[in-house]
């Protein structure tokens, strides 16, 4: 259930942060002379940049900014320039927001810009030459492209292409594609899951990795392209949200390195990646560089030198949330070690640095998301940025890049030295949106919570808050469960939405959550209903007895996911009069009964590792922490919320929440979207779950 998308322990070479850094934090956009709070409307208005890449001479950064047409209901995407070298620069357009661009990727020789755009009337790759000009189609095939990466030498491109894996031509998937939507019955006969994965159906296609030539001039010739990855019956990427970074050349353009899940009618519960390696020119069959980790094998990355592969890898199969371990292997021996072993944290994307000797990532940690930089030699681990989260970087030579976001502010770009030194904010994005818009001041706090560990929180103080007075809360309880709700300013549940609307705002980060060690993220497991219920009754009790302005008889409990599940779980177990401690819930895309839950969704191996086995061999363990099974001590009013295209817990979960509460005529209402999956992604469907969610809570928590 964890999406796309981990303090225990730090071992002796980790850099140890004692406090919350705040070096570096994006600065809140609002104006100081503050007239209002933050809205719903301006949430889906905000521009998002992200993608952010560094040209090979490391002069100029381009990035992908999304921008919200609300009248189409839809995000619009387009290409930026940014001249580092002249600081007084300011970001230039290069692609129409109209012309949907996406994954900026820069040519060998820095003069022209690789972008994925739907322009022609498909998902192609287009070359944008920054010496003047307009864009120009590199591929001009059959089917959409899903991702794209260039070779090294600039000789090569790797595109991603669904396909029915029994055709030989990209013709013939076309045609049958095509004959597809044309026949009359719709009935689909399978043989084995999965039938629908995330919010899809499945139509008996795959995304399969292939090459094209590129003449001198860097376009691709009409030739049917090379299949690489013939054979492997997986998806590359991986869906639903694998992308280019699953990808990578080796140094000397001659190999491609991928990673698939190849798992037949096992798929929907095995974990096991594997990172295949393949000649450009197809001459042999993918070899299966990591057949002996039957876990996650993922984000491959090639020094210069081209002699060693890094890459993240779990060690528990089944296991979706264990740590993710950087791996380093000599591609000639095969021999492979861990680097920094005993960092208790799990890695996200890897970048080596131009001399490869020190590898940068970032990774959850204490409630912020930052940059590290790892020396290859000795493991040692320094944290280059502070407070806030990383949601991409880059890195050439000396420079290094960044998308930054908090609490208090959505994301900005951000220059540093690899050292982490002499930062530079490059952006001031939706400055003019946010003019006269007050934030609530977020502080993060931590308790001792199950088991005697620390546990951290954070609290949000309203936009227009007055001291000495008391102020209703909205305590979210976040989805994963393995994640973390800590300093990142998020699209869907975003405190500031509740601060804007005179809310103080409360969140914990209760075992099972990432950032804080692995054996802190492993609690959850089995213990749904216990061990981190127990975190958010001492959370909740210890920032009552902290924070003076909440007012603990006027607040609601609201989550999704995980989230969800809990809502459901405190309505029979934290919520009853008797308590005092909810006047109202939200439930969004909650788990309701948890065996219906085993049998209906999709990534089966989720819920057989959360239960330490399948429904059937261990009903029990499905029936200890059963929201459906405590339906009877259901007494608060409750909001149910649910997506018809969310099949990770599919709609009937929503339902059945729904109907509980009816039958027994606790005061309670549904809210549904047909059109959305397990997020609400729809700008005017966002606004309206905020209105709806809003509307909730001010009902149930006014004063009396």
């Known amino acids: 259930m964890k999406f796309p998308t981990r303090l225990a322990r730090f071992g002796a070479p980790a850099l140890i942060v004692a406090t919350v850094l705040l070096m570096n934090m994006p600065a809140a956009i609002a104006d100081s002379a503050a007239t209002r709070g933050f809205t719903a409307k301006d949430l889906v208005m905000l521009d998002r940049a992200s993608d952010p890449r560094l040209s090979p001479d490391g002069r100029r ?56 755009s739907t322009r022609s009337g498909s998902s192609q790759v287009w070359k944008l030459d920054l010496d003047g000009g307009e864009a120009q189609a590199v591929t001009k095939l059959p089917l959409d492209v899903g991702a794209f990466v260039l070779s090294p030498d600039g000789h090569h491109l790797l595109v991603s292409l669904e396909v029915f894996t029994d055709c030989a031509t990209l013709a013939c998937s076309k045609q049958r594609q095509d004959e597809k939507a044309a026949q009359k019955t719709t009935g689909v006969l399978y043989d084995k899951l999965f039938v629908r994965h ?67 009618k096992t798929e929907p519960w095995s974990t096991n990646f594997d990172l295949y390696r393949v000649p450009v020119t197809g001459a042999q069959a993918a070899e299966n560089l990591t057949a002996g980790n039957l876990a996650w094998d993922a984000g491959p990355a090639v020094s210069p030198d081209g002699k060693t592969l890094a890459y993240r890898a779990m060690k528990r199969p089944g296991f979706e949330a264990d740590r993710f371990g950087i791996m380093l292997k000599d591609l000639a021996s095969g021999s492979t070690r861990e680097l920094a072993a005993d960092w208790d944290r799990s890695a996200d994307s890897l970048i080596w640095s131009a001399d490869g000797k020190t590898l940068y990532t970032s990774a959850d940690d204490l409630g912020q998301k930052p940059v590290f930089a790892i020396d290859v030699a000795s493991g040692k681990v320094k944290q280059l940025s502070g407070a806030g989260h990383v949601s991409s970087f880059d890195v050439r030579g000396k420079t290094l890049v960044y998308a930054l976001d908090s609490l208090t502010s959505p994301a900005q770009l951000f220059k540093a030295s690899t050292s982490g030194a002499d930062v530079q904010q490059l952006t001031q994005i939706n400055a003019d949106k946010l003019a006269g818009v007050g934030f609530g001041a977020a502080e993060q706090f931590s308790f001792s919570g199950w088991n005697g560990a620390t546990v951290h929180g954070y609290v949000v103080k309203p936009a227009n808050f007055e001291a000495g007075k008391k102020y209703p809360v909205a305590f979210i309880i976040h989805g994963g469960p393995q994640g973390s709700m800590g300093n990142d300013f998020h699209y869907r549940w975003n405190p500031q939405t509740y601060a804007g609307a005179g809310f103080a705002v409360v969140f914990i980060d209760f075992h099972g959550s990432t950032g804080y060690g692995q054996a802190f993220t492993d609690a959850i497991s089995g213990h749904w209903g216990d061990r981190p219920l127990e975190d958010l009754q001492k959370g909740w009790a210890h920032a009552l007895a902290q924070y003076p302005f909440l007012d603990g008889t006027r607040a609601a409990a609201l989550g999704a996911s995980y989230g969800g599940y809990m809502i459901n779980w405190i309505a029979g177990n934290w919520a009853t009069p008797a308590s005092g401690a909810w006047r109202a819930l939200i439930c969004h895309d909650g788990v309701f009964d948890n065996r219906m839950m085993a049998y209906s969704t999709e990534e089966l191996w989720f819920d057989e590792w959360e239960n330490q086995g399948t429904a059937y061999d261990k009903p029990q363990n499905y029936e200890q922490f059963n929201p459906v099974n405590h339906v009877a001590a259901w007494k608060v009013p409750m909001l149910v919320i649910h997506g018809g295209m969310d099949f990770r817990i599919p709609l009937e979960q929503g339902l059945g929440a729904f109907t509980a509460l009816q039958r027994r005529g606790i005061a309670s209402e549904f809210l549904y979207f047909p059109d959305e999956n397990h997020w609400v992604l729809k700008p005017q469907n966002s606004v309206q779950w905020h209105e709806t969610v809003l509307a909730w809570l001010q009902k149930w928590t006014a004063a009396n």
């Open 198 to 264: 995330w919010d899809t159906w499945s139509n008996g296609t795959r995304a399969q990795l292939f090459a094209l030539a590129l003449d001198a001039h860097g376009f691709a010739a009409d030739a049917e392209p090379l299949w690489l990855s013939k054979g492997i019956d997986g998806d590359v990427p991986s869906k639903p949200f694998g992308g280019d970074d699953e990808l990578v050349f080796t140094a000397d353009s001659a190999s491609v390195i991928f990673s698939a899940r190849i798992a037949g």
């Open 61 to 116: 950064l381009a990035f992908q900014l999304r921008e919200t047409d609300y009248a189409a209901n839809k995000g619009l995407n387009s290409l930026w320039l940014i001249d580092l070298e002249n600081k007084t620069a300011q970001p230039r357009r290069l692609t129409a927001a109209d012309k949907n661009s996406t994954t900026p990727r820069w040519s060998a020789d820095g003069r022209a810009l690789y972008f994925l």
